[in-house]
């Protein structure tokens, strides 16, 4: 019979980067605050943590990250006035950040990789499961991966990683799993993994997207691990680690995602990203749709 692991409850969100791809508007704003329609992007990783339960969330943040904190605390001179205007719709929305679960920070410092910011989630996550939530990538609420990958993991123990399908010029962006299949249609076991790999040496065409929940083991690891690509300490050089030694910290496994996700770390993907939501809001699909169209037909 398989055995069942604990529920996990922790979530890091590094959020430590310089966001230069998005220069002059990150020069003192946060590329995580830059605004998905009327959310910053932030608001919905957080969102999404907490729609699969976990309410205990730790941010990696770094210099200049402040609005990020500022963000997720109340506001009581902007919550009075808005009671004094009897605004009810704008209160709830700027007291919903606040309340979506209870919120910590701890600063990177040196940039020294994605690795290196989980690793500083160790105080914090102690010796249990945790989920890692990155920022760039937007998860539709209806195909809720976390939750599934959260599923996996008290199921089997160990490691999980999201999965997505990427045609085989585009694997080269992405760290890259080695998988085998299992009784579950969307559940892979990780056999091995690569970062960012040219083409012809990518063992499968299964990107790695932003979300993991991981085995409290990596931290170890990651304290052994030496810089890789890119002279950054990879995670997935540690998940590596892990998926060929399963002695260590248990196995990994991949959840095969084929629902809807938005890009906000390259700046097509975010335009696509700002026009795909508006376009599926109740207050403003409507209006928006029908100028879009109008707009498309002028130009073509």
Same mark, same amino acid.
């Given at each position: 019979?398989?055995?069942?692991?604990p529920?996990?409850?922790?979530?890091?969100?590094?959020?430590?980067?310089l966001g230069?791809?998005?220069?002059p508007?990150?020069?003192?704003?946060?590329k995580?605050? !830059?605004?998905?329609?009327d959310?910053? /992007?932030i608001?919905y =990783?957080?969102e +999404?943590?907490?729609s699969?339960? $976990?309410? #205990?969330?730790?941010?990696?943040?770094?210099?200049?990250?402040r609005?990020?904190?500022?963000?997720?605390d109340?506001?009581?001179?902007?919550?009075?006035?808005?009671?004094?205007?009897?605004?009810?719709?704008r209160l709830a929305?700027?007291?919903?950040?606040?309340?979506?679960?209870?919120?910590?920070?701890v600063r990177q410092?040196d940039?020294?990789? !994605?690795?290196?910011?989980?690793l500083? /989630?160790?105080?914090? =996550?102690?010796? +249990?499961?945790?989920a890692?939530l $990155?920022? #760039?990538?937007?998860?539709?609420?209806?195909?809720?991966?976390?939750?599934?990958?959260?599923?996996?993991?008290?199921?089997?123990?160990?490691?999980?990683?999201?999965?997505?399908?990427?045609?085989p010029?585009?694997?080269?962006?992405?760290?890259?799993?080695?998988?085998?299949?299992?009784?579950?249609?969307?559940?892979?076991?990780?056999?091995?993994?690569?970062?960012?790999?040219?083409?012809?040496?990518?063992p499968?065409n299964?990107a790695?997207?932003g979300?993991?929940?991981l085995?409290?083991?990596?931290?170890?690891?990651l304290?052994?691990?030496e810089?890789g690509r890119g002279?950054?300490?990879?995670l997935?050089?540690?998940?590596?680690?892990l998926?060929?030694?399963?002695?260590?910290?248990?196995?990994?496994?991949g959840?095969?995602?084929?629902?809807?996700?938005?890009?906000?770390?390259?700046r097509?993907?975010?335009l696509?990203?700002i026009?795909r939501?508006?376009?599926e809001?109740?207050d403003?699909?409507?209006?928006?749709?029908?100028?879009?169209?109008s707009?498309?037909?002028?130009?073509?």
């Amino acid at each position: 019979m398989t055995q069942s692991h604990p529920r996990i409850s922790k979530a890091v969100i590094p959020a430590a980067g310089l966001g230069t791809r998005f220069l002059p508007a990150t020069k003192a704003t946060p590329k995580e605050m !830059l605004p998905v329609v009327d959310k910053p /992007a932030i608001q919905y =990783v957080v969102e +999404e943590a907490a729609s699969a339960g $976990l309410d #205990d969330v730790l941010m990696i943040t770094g210099r200049n990250k402040r609005p990020l904190e500022d963000h997720f605390d109340r506001n009581y001179e902007l919550e009075s006035a808005l009671q004094k205007k009897g605004d009810a719709s704008r209160l709830a929305k700027v007291q919903e950040s606040s309340d979506l679960a209870t919120m910590h920070y701890v600063r990177q410092g040196d940039p020294k990789g !994605l690795g290196h910011a989980v690793l500083c /989630a160790a105080p914090h =996550v102690g010796h +249990e499961p945790f989920a890692v939530l $990155l920022g #760039d990538d937007l998860i539709d609420p209806r195909d809720p991966l976390l939750a599934r990958m959260v599923e996996v993991q008290e199921l089997h123990g160990g490691s999980v990683v999201a999965l997505m399908e990427v045609a085989p010029e585009q694997i080269h962006l992405y760290g890259c799993a080695a998988v085998e299949a299992t009784a579950d249609g969307d559940v892979v076991k990780v056999t091995g993994l690569v970062e960012k790999p040219e083409a012809a040496d990518a063992p499968s065409n299964y990107a790695i997207i932003g979300r993991y929940v991981l085995d409290p083991h990596i931290f170890g690891i990651l304290r052994k691990t030496e810089p890789g690509r890119g002279g950054e300490i990879q995670l997935t050089d540690a998940l590596q680690q892990l998926a060929t030694d399963e002695k260590v910290g248990g196995p990994v496994h991949g959840v095969v995602f084929k629902g809807r996700r938005y890009d906000t770390g390259d700046r097509g993907d975010y335009l696509r990203a700002i026009v795909r939501l508006a376009c599926e809001r109740e207050d403003l699909g409507p209006d928006f749709r029908a100028w879009l169209r109008s707009y498309v037909a002028e130009e073509m």
